[in-house]
T-cell receptor, first 115, second 113 residues
Framework: DTGVSQNPRHKITKRGQNVTFRCDPISEHNRLYWYRQTLGQGPEFLTYFQNEAQLEKSRLLSDRFSAERPKGSFSTLEIQRTEQGDSAMYLC?????????????FGEGSRLTVL | AQSVAQPEDQVNVAEGNPLTVKCTYSVSGNPYLFWYVQYPNRGLQFLLKYITGDNLVKGSYGFEAEFNKSQTSFHLKKPSALVSDSALYFCAVRDEGNTPLVFGKGTRLSVIA
């Protein structure tokens, strides 16, 4: 399978714990995006990378959130001291090239439930 | 800043009838417009896009969309709906720069046999 892969698919944690999600993009895709989707809403942009550089972060990305893409390949999204409001589906997407038409290829998401 | 409005939370249509899912947008400059579909417990799948050129864009699974600059709309259409088209549909927009895609809230399409 050469699509975008996300792990774990489901994570249940207690409030205050830290969680980390991993995303493996499509090979050779330069851009990698993180979005968050809650019930009844469309995906909301969190952050994106061009290779290993994090180019933009949304105001939704509080200090408890950190994302990395250390070698320009896979990425991790860590949430520290989780809160119940963090419960959501976290979506990763990738796209090819430096200048593209913006089409994103999404993974199946990582669902977080904070108890 | 870019924005997308999908005015209908739910659209119901009988199988075999034409369907339309509405989308309007706001963007500075020329828009790049997209439609995605999401089936239960699955990721978003790309359907079609408008970048430039012909206002009528054809995409996957028999879907098409019409770009209307004066009405700032990009409605999704299909001549004959299938039960298997039942899903959540998202419209998205970005500007000509390298800004991230902005999504609408989504419209749930229900095709009834």
């Amino acid at each position: 399978d050469t699509g975008v892969s996300q792990n774990p698919r489901h994570k249940i944690t207690k409030r205050g714990q830290n969680v980390t999600f991993r995303c493996d993009p499509i090979s050779e895709h330069n851009r990698l995006y993180w979005y968050r989707q809650t019930l009844g809403q469309g995906p909301e942009f969190l952050t994106y990378f061009q290779n290993e550089a994090q180019l933009e972060k949304s105001r939704l990305l509080s200090d408890r959130f950190s994302a990395e893409r250390p070698k320009g390949s896979f990425s991790t999204l860590e949430i520290q001291r989780t809160e119940q409001g963090d419960s959501a589906m976290y979506l990763c997407a990738s796209s090819p090239g430096l200048v593209g038409t913006g089409e994103l290829f999404f993974g199946e998401g990582s669902r977080l439930t904070v108890l | 800043a870019q924005s997308v409005a999908q005015p209908e939370d739910q659209v119901n249509v009988a199988e075999g009838n034409p369907l339309t899912v509405k989308c309007t947008y706001s963007v500075s400059g020329n828009p790049y417009l997209f439609w995605y579909v999401q089936y239960p417990n699955r990721g978003l799948q790309f359907l079609l896009k408008y970048i430039t050129g012909d206002n009528l864009v054809k995409g996957s699974y028999g879907f098409e969309a019409e770009f209307n600059k004066s009405q700032t709309s990009f409605h999704l259409k299909k001549p004959s709906a299938l039960v298997s088209d039942s899903a959540l549909y998202f419209c998205a927009v970005r500007d000509e720069g390298n800004t991230p895609l902005v999504f609408g809230k989504g419209t749930r399409l229900s095709v009834i046999a």
